[in-house]
Nanobody
């Protein structure tokens, strides 16, 4: 079992910055990627940014140039630095880890965090 603990959400004015953190706890021998998704009210959950275990990064077009994803392998924590925030960035942000394989097992599973609210408003 894997648990994802998110932090760093909050209220910020347009143009401001926030940094989200997500730490993964549990038995993880391998994983495919860690990343962030967001879901605004009445909308589907969409990709924000992902970082594969091999270092490949993907961003949603809407956040390219403003957001930056990074990871600390020492403690399996993924970060999302969000700059130049806009009201349309307002959403619940969810951390995700994909294709987790526990030690000594072959099956893989995805996990989600509980979500952290980001509100961009003046």
């Amino acid at each position: 079992q894997v648990r994802l603990v998110e932090s760093g959400g909050g209220l910020v004015q347009p143009g401001g910055s926030l940094r989200l953190s997500c730490a993964a706890f549990g038995s993880i021998a391998e994983f495919a990627s860690m990343g962030w998704y967001r879901q605004a009210p009445g909308q589907e959950r969409d990709l924000v940014a992902t970082l594969t275990s091999r270092g490949r990064i993907d961003y949603a077009q809407s956040v390219m140039g403003r957001f930056a994803i990074s990871r600390s392998n020492a403690n399996l924590t993924v970060y999302l630095q969000m700059n130049s925030l806009k009201p349309e960035d307002t959403a619940v942000y969810y951390c995700n880890i994909k294709n987790v394989r526990p030690p000594g097992r072959w099956e893989r599973q995805d996990y989600w965090g509980q979500g952290t609210q980001v509100t961009v408003s003046s």
